[in-house]
């Protein structure tokens, strides 16, 4: 082999590998920012990781909010009109977070069941749903009431 092939040969190989490890953390970071909207009744049904972060959705449960009076936490029941998750946030939440009203949380679920949210999410107005919690009140059966 020539000296003139063997550098080109370096040179492609070099290239080649360096896409490949560009793609493989590409895909690694995508993968890890990644959130999956899941029911209520999606997560009786299935274990999922405790370190992953998903979407959770579905209404506020009536009589389910409780504030703490010394802090910005609060704890609530997500439902889907079959299945229940509780929910544990701190900070503010949005002015039009109250009973009855849909809600997405982005967080984890911990071992015992109880999804831990970072942030919370509620519809702007009374005629609108997110498209996926409208969609996991339609697979639980449980009417909404509201336009999409």
């Given at each position: 082999m020539t000296p003139r092939r063997r550098k080109r040969l370096t040179m492609?190989?070099?290239?080649?590998?360096?896409?490949?490890?560009?793609?493989?953390?590409?895909?690694?970071?995508?993968?890890?920012?990644?959130?999956?909207?899941?029911a209520p009744s999606d997560?009786?049904?299935?274990?999922?990781p405790a370190d992953r972060n998903f979407r959770l959705g579905g209404l506020v449960e009536a009589g389910s909010i409780e504030r703490d009076?010394?802090?910005?936490?609060?704890?609530?029941?997500?439902?889907?009109?079959?299945?229940?998750?509780?929910?544990?946030?701190?900070?503010i939440l949005p002015d039009l977070f109250r009973e009855g009203q849909g809600v997405i949380a982005q967080g984890r679920l911990d071992e015992s069941g109880v999804f831990h949210a970072r942030e919370v999410l509620a519809r702007h107005d009374e005629t609108y749903m997110p498209p996926e919690v409208a969609a996991a009140l339609e697979r639980s059966g449980a009417p909404h009431g509201v336009v999409e």
């Open positions: 492609i190989v070099v290239l080649v590998v360096g896409i490949g490890t560009a793609a493989a953390i590409a895909i690694s970071a995508l993968q890890e920012n990644m959130l999956y909207f899941i997560v009786q049904a299935q274990p999922l009076a010394d802090s910005l936490h609060v704890q609530f029941v997500v439902t889907d009109g079959v299945h229940q998750v509780p929910v544990t946030y701190a900070g």
